[in-house]
């Protein structure tokens, strides 16, 4: 027995903005299932929130290279241990300083700089010790108008320690290597019970 519906069950009723609304969700779906497969949104999402690292040794290698370029130039400078006494004579280290440097000269775009005398107390024998330098060089074969420039007065790229200085850091570096082993830490000079330079 076959019952038949009535007509008006069978009819599609029209519900007004709710249905046109209920037919958007489907379609706002599929476009954000789209976005996040495309990849735009989803490597958004899984990338970290600070800057990835740079590649290996991009920080560092600039800071080396300072380090070495500052190193070349003090190749360059002549100290006051070069000469002899409160002179404007150089010590036989001295000239083969200057033999070094009157080679590469040419090939570096620093200075020749005469180590200025501590506290700047003798101007004088600066300039004299300068003038010196300048004259050597033009006897090496330098021309005067090339030389007379590059070669200046001033304080050294990295000054030296005092005597005083200079002990404390052998000794202080002395301590240091026993702590770990291999060096004399008890006695002074060259090393105490058994130390690396007996």
């Known amino acids: 027995m076959n019952a038949r519906l009535p007509a008006e069950s069978l009819t599609v009723h029209n ?5 046109a609304a209920h037919g958007r969700w489907p379609l706002a779906a599929a476009c954000c299932l ?3 497969a495309s990849g735009c949104v989803w490597e958004q ?3 970290p929130p600070y800057d990835r690292p740079f590649p290996l040794g991009q920080v560092t290698d600039s800071h080396w290279e300072t380090q070495q370029t500052n190193a070349e130039a003090s190749d360059f400078v002549f100290y006051d241990h070069e000469f002899e006494g409160s002179t404007t004579k150089l010590t036989p280290a001295g000239k083969k300083h200057l033999l070094q440097v009157a080679l590469r000269l040419d090939h570096v775009p620093f200075p020749v700089v005469v180590e200025q005398t501590v506290d700047n107390k003798n101007p004088k024998l600066d300039a004299a010790r300068r003038q010196a330098i300048v004259e050597l060089l033009v006897k090496l074969g330098i021309e005067q108008q090339y030389v007379d ?3 200046v007065v001033a304080p ?3 000054p030296g ?3 005083i200085e200079g002990e404390a850091a052998y000794y202080s570096t002395i301590q240091g290597a026993s702590e770990f082993g291999y060096g004399g830490g008890a006695g002074r000079r060259f090393g105490g019970y058994g130390g690396s330079y007996r």
């Open 149 to 151: 420039p590059r070669v």
């Open 156 to 158: 050294a790229i990295a």
């Open 45 to 47: 999402l899984r990338s």
């Open 34 to 36: 789209l976005l996040l």
């Open 15 to 19: 519900r007004g903005p709710r249905s």
């Open 161 to 163: 320690l005092s005597a």
